[in-house]
């Protein structure tokens, strides 16, 4: 499947997936793909996110789907909020450039470790290419989690994915803000060369259970915006982003379009099985702030 964006609302942070294009293939597919095909996919996807410039407050601001990447920074604090502690150890998957380092100090967390293959962005779904490679993710979060820590991210919904597709005409589909296309021979000439594989999310959370990972919590975009913006001090965090104008999606400064493309993805959180240990590391939370420089970051070859 290709998706092509109009604009890319970039976001990172745990397996974050904003709108970008999709290669052929996904979980399921009928064949296997070879190490080396493995290493360069993933240096493809890493030499895509790393040639991408960084924008200016202003160029980022004047972006077409600003209210929309507003719209994503607020589902992302939401959900640190709700599933964060202070002084929590925090590895964030697909951190992208650290665009989510002040939620993460707002949270109060303790330790924190940003990791990503490429210099911009990279995300959750790129590693459902095959069932083996979804698997050794599956596996290597669960490692890294205590019992009773937490998973959350974002991606695709799958399920909206193809229901759009099924009502389309053709095999593609979107609008002004981003194109949708299934046609494989085209992904494998299109000129914008970034793959991407859409998780249908029951295998997902078949596959995770495999690996202690049970679900707490999916919900699709819109879902989570009508029902977290009940809660005033939600509402209040998307009056200050300015993502829905005052918090109602009826008055939102977030173009139709913009909307339209929030519907295909979803929010999830997974807890691995076990009890949290009952004495945090509370100490962790007052180590004072510490400041990161660009020499403080190592970019590692793949």
Known sequence: MNKRPRDDPSSSAYGAAPKRQYGAGGYGAQHQQGYSDERNSARRVADHYSARSNQTLEERENSPIIHLKKLNNW?????????????????????????????????????YVGVDIAEGSFALHYSWSTEARARQALANVSALLRPGGI??????????????????????????????????????????????????????KLLAEEYGLELVLMKNFHEF??????????????????????GRQDQSTLSQDEWEVSYLYLAFVLRKRGQLPTQRRASNANRGKMFLTEGDIEFLET
């Open 225 to 246: 915006v009508h029902e977290y913006l009940q809660k005033p001090e939600f509402t209040e965090l998307m009056r200050r982003l300015g993502a829905l104008g005052d």
């Open 151 to 204: 998973f959350v991210g974002t991606m695709p919904d799958a399920n909206v994915i193809i229901k759009r597709l099924r009502e389309a005409e053709g095999l593609e589909f979107g609008n002004s803000v981003y194109w949708i296309s299934f046609d494989e021979e085209y992904a494998e000439k299109d000129a914008v060369d970034c793959p991407e594989w859409v998780v249908p999310f029951h295998l997902f």
């Open 75 to 111: 589902i992302k604090s939401v959900l640190i909020q709700l599933y964060a502690h202070p002084g929590d150890c925090v590895l964030d998957l697909a951190c992208g450039k650290g665009g989510d380092l002040i939620k993460w100090d707002k949270a109060r967390v303790g330790y």
